[in-house]
Each structure stands twice: as structure tokens, then as C-alpha cells.
């Protein structure tokens, strides 16, 4: 068995334990909204205080809005591989997520990025690099995993966050956009991101728990994705899609909140094409 002590990840990092404790959890249920057994596995698999998980102030509806974001960025991968069957997925801040498996189409290349500490436990848990699935430790701000992927560069690209940006300032969320903007025109980018509300309702919590010391604050949120477009010319919104849009009867009761004006904007998906200058003027 394999061991995570809480002096091995902290931070952001840790927080990946949350999501993989979740998923496992979720999968178990008799109506389960994903299947994850690599994530049961890894539960069983790891010796480490999952009780530091269940300490974190999280209501019923934030567990199941984290469970369809999973659902959901998977369902966003498949559409974009159903019509570029050929492409390069860069999965940012992977943690212990097992995508690749879920959506392989057998073509696609693809790229787990996390930060170091991540990916070589990743390496010892899940496994290493195959023919067309590969890892890259090191944080997404450090361009030097560009090189890692440019031999690809003339096939499709997406990239997926999820769960990243509300951990980097303002400032790191432009410079990463804008970064893919300039080295992948033509790339379609997929994060999710609270409101600011949010970002700032999550830290009190975190700090009434006394869990500070344990989990990073949030730093970033976003209104609306006019703000992103705003960034540069060419990045373009294709869609988004928010936790009160969808059906699933274990929100039904939450529902009530998207006639308040805001809530519906406390936690959505974006979904953007990056393209050059003169693409977007086409």
C-alpha cells in the first residue's frame, strides 16, 4: 500500500485528494452520476487520513456539482475528440483524474499536466507515459512544457482546468490565456470558475473551519466570460454551461436559486476558442 502523508502534497496539490475522494464515494452509490472505479481504487490503494477530507466544510450540493463538473469536462472532451479524432489534449492540473481512459478514442495524443510532486506520485499509483498518453510535471506558468507538445503543433488542440483557475491570481489566469492564445491559435480551451461572490464565500468558510493552514484560499473568480473575450483579440466564448442548468433530481431542491440573479454564475464551465489575430477578424 502505498503511502500520502499530509507533509507529502499540500496546498493546491491536496486538494486533489478531495476530488478523488469524491469520486470514489460517488461511484459507490446505487445511483451513481459517474462510474469511476480507478478512483475507488486508489482510495483503497493509498494509506492516508481520508478524515482530513471529510473535516472540509462542504455541503451536499457542492459535493454533487463537483461530481457533474467531472461529468461534464468528460462530455466536453468526447464532443471535441468526436470531431477532431485526431488531436492533442492537455489536461492542466490533472491530479489523480484517470480522462484519458474514460474518453480514449485510440488516436487522440494526450498530456496529463500537474505539478511535479503530483505527477510522480501519479507515476507510482496509476502508472507512466504509453504510446500516445504522456505526463508532464511541472507547473502550467512554466512555458517550458510547450516544447514538450509542439511536435504536434499542426493538429487540433484542447485544454482542459478543471478545477484550477480559482487558485491563480487574476494576473496568472491572463498570462496562461493569453499564452495559449500565442503559441496555439485556433485551440479551444475548457475551464470552470466561480464568481467572485463565491471565491469569497469559500475562503470564509475555510477560515471559520480553522482549515487554513491546510487549504489554499482562492484567489481568482469570475462574472461573466465577456471578461476573458476582453483579454485579447480572436478569444472567442463557444459556450458555457452552469451547475442550475441541468436536471439532475439530487439538485432539485437547490433549483429555487436560479431565480436569484446571481447564483446562477456562483460556478460554470467556459468553453473558448483561441484564435490569432487574423482568425478572428475572418
Same mark, same amino acid.
Request: negative net charge; aromatic residues 12%; proline residues 4%.
Given at each position: ?58 455541503? !451536499? $450540493? ?5 461530481? #457533474?463538473?467531472?461529468? =461534464?469536462?468528460? /462530455? *466536453?472532451?468526447?464532443?471535441?475528440? &468526436? ?33 511535479? !510532486? $503530483? ?5 507510482? #499509483?496509476?502508472?507512466? =507515459?504509453?504510446? /500516445? *498518453?504522456?505526463?508532464?510535471?511541472? &507547473? ?143
Amino acid at each position: 500500500m502505498s503511502e500520502i502523508k499530509s507533509q507529502t502534497l499540500g496546498g493546491v496539490a491536496e486538494t486533489m485528494l478531495i476530488t478523488l475522494y469524491l469520486r470514489a464515494m460517488e461511484s459507490l452509490r446505487p445511483d451513481a452520476l459517474i462510474k469511476d472505479e480507478k478512483a475507488v481504487a486508489l482510495v483503497k490503494q493509498i494509506s492516508y487520513d481520508f478524515a482530513r477530507v471529510r473535516q472540509v466544510p462542504m455541503s !451536499e $450540493v457542492n459535493k454533487v456539482t463537483i461530481i #457533474l463538473r467531472n461529468r =461534464e469536462f468528460d /462530455r *466536453y472532451t468526447r464532443d471535441f475528440l &468526436s470531431q477532431h479524432p485526431e488531436a492533442v489534449v492537455v489536461h492542466i492540473g490533472c491530479g489523480f483524474v484517470s480522462r484519458f481512459e474514460r474518453v480514449d478514442n485510440g488516436l487522440v495524443e494526450w498530456y496529463d499536466l500537474d505539478l511535479p !510532486e $503530483v505527477i510522480e506520485l501519479r507515476r507510482e #499509483l496509476i502508472g507512466g =507515459e504509453e504510446e /500516445r *498518453y504522456h505526463l508532464l510535471g511541472c &507547473s502550467v506558468l512554466d512555458n517550458a512544457w510547450i516544447d514538450k507538445v509542439n511536435p504536434h503543433c499542426q493538429l487540433p488542440f484542447l485544454f482542459l482546468a478543471e478545477g484550477v483557475s480559482m487558485y491563480f491570481e487574476e494576473a496568472q489566469v491572463k498570462s496562461l490565456v493569453l499564452m495559449l492564445h500565442d503559441h496555439f491559435p485556433g485551440a479551444e480551451l475548457i475551464f470552470d470558475a466561480f464568481s467572485p461572490f463565491h471565491v469569497w464565500r469559500s475562503n470564509l468558510q475555510i477560515s471559520i473551519a480553522r482549515l487554513s493552514d491546510r487549504f489554499p484560499r482562492l484567489y481568482w473568480g469570475l462574472w461573466r466570460a465577456q471578461e476573458v473575450e476582453d483579454w485579447g483579440e480572436g478569444i472567442h466564448l463557444l459556450d458555457d454551461w452552469g451547475y442550475l442548468a441541468s436536471p439532475e433530481p439530487r439538485l432539485s431542491y437547490y433549483r429555487w436559486a436560479r431565480h436569484i440573479s446571481l447564483a446562477p454564475r456562483a460556478g460554470r464551465i467556459y468553453h473558448f476558442r483561441l484564435s490569432n489575430l487574423a482568425e478572428g477578424n475572418e
